[in-house]
């Protein structure tokens, strides 16, 4: 049985097209990007259980994935300038 393609909730293009990349294994939080050409989409995440996040926490970690890739002198994402 297959399943139908999940579309993301920021770009009109399926998930499945869409990379989960983690930037700190210690407190696992990172970034998904959409691999479609040209396609600006993206968004931060973290491992926190499983009830949705806060807007506090959001901001957090926003704030520590901003910081991770700026320190790594790469430029930022559309998404989080």
């Given at each position: 049985m297959t399943?139908?393609?999940q579309p993301c909730s920021y770009c009109p293009h399926d998930?499945?097209?869409h990379r989960l990349l983690?930037?700190?294994t210690t407190r696992l939080l990172g970034i998904v990007?959409?691999?479609?050409?040209?396609?600006?989409?993206?968004a931060t995440w973290r491992a926190s259980?499983?009830?949705a996040s806060t807007p506090?926490?959001?901001?957090e970690t926003r704030h520590a994935v901003r910081e991770i890739?700026?320190?790594a002198g790469l430029p930022l994402p559309r998404f989080l300038q």
């Open positions: 399943s139908l393609p998930l499945d097209g983690v930037l700190d990007l959409c691999a479609a050409p040209g396609c600006a989409c993206g259980g499983t009830a506090q926490q959001i901001e890739i700026t320190n």
